[in-house]
């Protein structure tokens, strides 16, 4: 069982960076996937990655903003948020997932396919 810890969220103002880290007990062969969930709303799929690094998509409210990526030596994936907006302002969960239960798509977007959660960080993005 894979245990995941994030870290690196804080309140920023919009229009500047954040980049949020998920270090991982064991994540070679998860995939990965963040999550976030703003105060009475639904949780939303944000970015997923595959185990190999060299498959990702995003939810489309952060395309071209966000960027997931994972550093093996570090077991560790990121969330690199540019551009932040006062609607990114949510909690963001990090997800795990063994790889042979992962499918190639954009249903790796939804939570509901991920058996391995962090605690959460939170970001508050002000105008």
């Known amino acids: 069982q894979v245990r995941l810890v994030e870290s690196g969220g804080g309140s920023v103002q919009a229009g500047r960076s954040l980049r949020l880290s998920c270090a991982a007990s064991?994540?070679?062969?998860?995939?990965m996937g963040w999550f976030r969930q703003a105060v009475g709303a639904e949780r939303e799929g944000v970015a997923r990655?595959?185990?190999?690094?060299?498959?990702?998509h995003y939810t489309n409210d952060v395309k071209g903003r966000f960027t997931i990526s994972r550093d093996p030596a570090k077991n560790t994936v990121y969330l690199q948020m540019n551009s932040l907006k006062p609607d990114d302002t949510a909690m963001y969960y990090c997800?795990?997932?063994?790889?042979?239960?992962?499918?190639?798509?954009?249903?790796?977007?939804?939570?509901?396919?991920?058996?391995?959660w962090g605690q959460g960080t939170q970001v508050t993005v002000s105008s």
């Open positions: 997800a795990a997932q063994e790889s042979w239960r992962c499918s190639g798509g954009l249903a790796m977007l939804e939570g509901r396919n991920y058996a391995y």
């Open positions: 064991d994540y070679t062969r998860y995939c």
């Open positions: 990655i595959n185990h190999n690094g060299d498959i990702t």
